[in-house]
T-cell receptor
Framework: GAGVSQSPRYKVTKRGQDVALRCDPI?????LYWYRQALGQGPEFLTY????????KSGLPNDRFSAERPEGSISTLTIQRTEQRDSAMYRC????????????????FGAGSRLTVL | SQQGEEDPQALSIQEGENATMNCSYK?????LQWYRQNSGRGLVHLIL?????REKHSGRLRVTLDTSKKSSSLLITASRAADTASYFC????????????FGSGTRLSIRP
């Protein structure tokens, strides 16, 4: 597509429920990133993919968080057994460059998915 | 974890003045990027500077990089109301050359 699309834009859920956030990157973009952003803070790195391979998941807070990108395009970030502290804006970004040392991984961000856990 | 720290955290200037914000980082970088975010919306890429570059310009933006001090600055000249936003630096390190880490941001307000 023309831009990075995220859905749902808003998700309200009850504590203990599972949620799945979807990201549809720019067509042909190799790399896909997930960030979490609290109000007034910078984006906090969660994980990223090159094609379908998850290259780094060091930012995932705990094992309730997982992400996949099975066909190297659309990605899903899943949070199991949600807790109130998971409430945040979750942002996805994609980049055309997947080769690390070329050093030109400019990110295009989606509008984000705002998660509220009651 | 945050790699970059922006300074100041908040800046308010008169329209037409220049705005300077700084970013310090901890580990050696491959490149450093600046992004803008308006009112909680998505982040937009502004400019990228590579580790072997010292200065770069794009329109009213000027970025400098001092790798010996592990710091960068973003200068916005002749500020406009539309420049009101949060500005973030983001670093790509050699150790993980595709992992992009953002700083905590500078909130810039332009007074009319």
């Amino acid at each position: 597509g023309a831009g990075v699309s995220q859905s749902p834009r808003y998700k309200v859920t009850k504590r203990g429920q599972d949620v799945a956030l979807r990201c549809d990157p720019i067509s042909g973009h190799v790399s896909l990133y997930w960030y979490r952003q609290a109000l007034g803070q910078g984006p906090e790195f969660l994980t990223y993919f090159n094609y379908e391979a998850q290259q780094d998941k060091s930012g995932l807070p705990n094992d309730r968080f997982s992400a996949e990108r099975p066909e190297g395009s659309i990605s899903t970030l899943t949070i199991q057994r949600t807790e109130q502290r998971d409430s945040a804006m979750y942002r996805c970004a994609s980049s055309s460059s997947g080769t690390g040392y070329s050093g030109a991984n400019v990110l295009t961000f989606g509008a984000g998915s705002r998660l509220t856990v009651l | 974890s945050q790699q970059g720290e922006e300074d100041p955290q908040a800046l308010s200037i008169q329209e037409g003045e220049n705005a300077t914000m700084n970013c310090s980082y901890k580990t050696s970088i491959n490149n450093l990027q600046w992004y803008r975010q308006n009112s909680g919306r998505g982040l937009v890429h502004l400019i990228l500077i590579r580790s072997n570059e010292r200065e770069k310009h794009s329109g009213r933006l000027r970025v400098t990089l001092d790798t010996s001090k592990k710091s960068s600055s973003l200068l916005i000249t002749a500020s406009r109301a539309a420049d009101t936003a949060s500005y973030f630096c983001a670093t790509v390190t050699y150790s993980s050359a595709s992992k992009i880490i953002f700083g905590s941001g500078t909130r810039l307000s332009i007074r009319p």
